[in-house]
């Protein structure tokens, strides 16, 4: 896929990286997701049909590769 400049006015390559998917409250892991990487900001542009077929994957969870457990803490912030 070919990306246009980043706003930022950075070039933009493609890669694949790991994506955290929200579904409600649950987090889906996608592993290998073609994105578009800024290379001066990390911005990741993200073509609309990946995005769809990551939304497609994660309600259906047919092809669940692996499961990994995730800490979750409590943000506190003393000013």
Do not use: N, T
Not at 34 to 40: A, H, R, T
Request: charged share 35%.
């Amino acid at each position: 896929m070919k990306y246009d400049k980043c706003e930022c006015g950075g070039k933009i390559i493609g890669k694949k990286v790991r994506v955290d998917f929200r579904v409600g409250d649950e987090i889906i892991v996608f592993e290998d997701v073609p994105v578009g990487v800024c290379q001066v900001c990390g911005e990741r542009i993200y073509d609309a049909k990946v995005l769809k077929a990551m939304e497609h994957l994660a309600r259906g969870r047919k092809k669940v590769i692996k499961r990994i457990s995730v800490p979750v803490l409590e943000f506190s912030f003393a000013c």
